[in-house]
Every structure is written in C-alpha cells, then in structure tokens.
C-alpha cells in the first residue's frame, strides 16, 4: 500500500520543469530590467559669458546722403551751362541748356498743323449744322446728314491728334532746359558749353543739402559687426574733437574688387557745418556686449519641433533636456538667447545618441 501511495503521488517530469523554467525567466527579466543603462563618454563645453567687442577705428569722408547725376532726356549742342562746381543751386533753378532750334521747328509744324485741322473742323461743323437744319425740314436726304455728321466727327479727330502732337513737341522743347529737382551743392559736371551730349549723359551731378553720410571702407570682419544697432562716433581727421555720432544705414552687398573691402554709408545725426563734402573723417565703432551666448553648433539637437542641447548635471553625471531659443546657427557656432546659463555644462558631440537621465563619462570624472 506504501508503494501505491507513493507511486499515485508522484509527479510527471514535465509538471515539475514547468515551473523551473519560468522561474528561471522571471530572474532573467529581473535581471534585465534592472541591468544599468550603458555610460557613454561625452564632449562637452562650459558656457562662458558673452565677450564684449573692441572699439575699431578707420577713415573715411563725407558724402550727400542723397545725391543725383542731371541730364538730358534727349541729345543735343550744350550751348549754356550756368551750374558750377560748388554753387548753390535752388528747387527749379536751370543749370544747362541744349539748343532748341530742332525742337521749336517741330513745335511750330505741330501748330501750324493744329491750326489746318481746326480750319478743317469749323467748315465740317457749318456743314453739319446746315444738314441738321434741312433734314428737319425735309428738304435734303437722311443719307446728306450722316454724311455731314461723320465729316464733322473726323475733322474733330483730326483736331485731338493735332493738339497731342503740339503738347508733344512743348515737352520736348522743355526737355532743352535742364533744371534742378531740389536745392542742393553741385558737386561735379559732365559736360561743358559747346559739347554735342547724349541724352542720359551726366550733366551736372547735385547732392541734397538735406543729410550727410560718413562713408567709410571696411573689411569683412568688421562688415559683419556694423550692423544698425552699433553706434559710430565720427569726428573730423584734422580736428578729432569735432564730432558726430551716426548708425550705420548701408552696408554694400559686394566688396571692391581691388580692394576687397565693404563700403558702408553711416547717417549722421546733426552734423556740424565743419562736415563739408569731401571732407576726410575718422570713424570709430563701439563695441557692444552681446546679450546670447554662444556655444558650437554641434550642441543643438533636434527634437520635433525644438530645438535644444543635453546639459550635464555634475553632481551625478546625467544629461537633463534644456529647449532653447535660438537666434541664429552657423556652420560653427550658435548664439542661443534663452535655454542656458553662464557656467552650464554642455554636451557638444554624441548628444543625438543620448537620452533623458543618461549617465555620461565626463573628462576628469567617473560617473556615479
């Protein structure tokens, strides 16, 4: 009976491995799961402030803010060219003349043949009034009115095309007169009395009276930091401690070819009477303190639709998401306005391989 006992309570081998091997597998997940995420070695950068940038001085001259090359609209003989260098000239003032004899011939033939299509159109109305008056009577035919009527309508056609022509020819003769558009310096001239001119060629070359600019040519490090929010002191060369301050209003897209500098144009702002044209002046761009800071490019991460970098905890080592407010990513460097602080720590290569909470390998540190 003992052996039946002990024969019936016996298990099959299969019921007893069940269990092992699931509680095998439950250790090994256990295992698994609690198995430390890997330690990756990491560059990283601390943020240092903004550096502030070194006061540049350079030389340059006075120019018209506004400035206009005057010619012709037509060629002809220069016979007068009251404008000289350094005079003053007023709003209308003349400053050339070409000779208008061509001109005033055409604008007589243009008169003379107004005068015929007037003469034309007086004799096609008194027909047509004449017509007008027997076809309500009933003497003439219907067909003799509408004659009448379009003979007048013609001549009157003749007459617009007439005066255009005679409006046409005043405007060229007028285009003999070269006047001033605004009151101004005469700076330059392109031709002299007796000269047979182009139309379009400079004739008189007037600056504004209304502004002056200290233009100045500089190289290509300096272009990229003249932008409007950098003040420029400019003073004269002879006499330094005459002064004026001005932004820069235009920078040039294209640097001199011989030179391969940038002109830039600074506004003045209440220049005094010393200023003249021409004159040679000293420039002097203050430098300002940047308020981004800048870290190298290869920090940013992408992450939908932020942009960020992983910052360093150097208590335990671990990587913590910061989101950024990016001003401006070059291939080096980029200036970052909000996200980090002075003294933060930086991962700048393998940052994509990262994520939150990692341990990092940190030059001169063992992670905990």
């Not at 903004?50 to 010619?71: C, W």
């Not at 294209?254 to 003249?276: C, E, H, K, M, Y």
């Not at 932020?306 to 990513?329: C, E």
């Amino acid at each position: 009976m003992w052996e039946m006992s002990r024969d019936f309570g016996a298990r099959p081998p299969l019921q007893v491995a069940v269990p092992v091997a699931f509680v095998l597998w439950c250790a090994a997940c256990q295992a698994e799961v609690e198995a430390p995420a890997p330690v990756r070695p990491a560059r990283v950068i601390v943020v240092e402030p903004a550096a502030k940038s070194a006061d540049v001085g350079f030389a340059g001259h006075i120019e018209a803010q506004d400035q206009a090359s005057l010619s012709f609209r037509l060629g002809g003989r220069l016979v007068e060219r009251p404008a000289r260098v350094g005079v003053s000239v007023g709003d209308g003032e003349v400053v050339a003349r070409l000779d208008p004899e061509n001109e005033l011939n055409e604008l007589r033939s243009a008169r003379a043949a107004l005068a015929a299509a007037q003469g034309v159109l007086a004799q096609a109305d008194n027909q047509y009034q004449r017509q007008r008056q027997l076809v309500e009577r009933g003497i003439t035919t219907r067909a003799d009115f509408e004659a009448a009527e379009q003979a007048r309508t013609a001549a009157q056609a003749q007459v617009d095309g007439a005066g255009a022509r005679v409006r046409t020819a005043e405007d060229i003769v007028g285009f003999t007169t070269l006047k001033a558009d605004a009151p101004g310096v005469v700076t330059a001239v392109g031709a002299e009395p007796g000269e047979v001119v182009a139309a379009g060629r400079m004739i008189v070359q007037l600056a504004r009276r209304d502004g002056r600019d200290a233009v100045f040519e500089i190289p290509a490090d300096l272009a990229r930091a003249a932008t409007p929010d950098v003040e420029v002191v400019v003073g004269l060369a002879s006499d330094p401690n005459v002064k004026a301050h001005g932004r820069v209003r235009e920078i040039a897209p294209q640097a001199d070819p011989v030179t391969r500098t940038f002109a830039i144009r600074v506004g003045l702002t209440n220049p005094p009477q010393s200023f003249r044209l021409g004159t040679a002046v000293s420039g002097i761009l203050r430098g300002s303190a940047q308020t981004a800071l800048a870290i190298p490019s290869t920090a940013l991460v992408r992450r939908g639709q932020d942009t960020g970098v992983w910052a360093v905890d150097p208590g335990t080592t671990k990587v913590i998401w910061r989101t950024l407010d990016v001003i401006s990513a070059g291939p080096a460097t980029a200036l970052v306005a909000k996200g980090i602080a002075v003294g933060d720590i930086v991962v700048t290569a393998g940052a994509n391989l990262l994520h939150e909470g990692q341990s990092v390998m940190l030059p001169g540190m063992e992670p905990q």
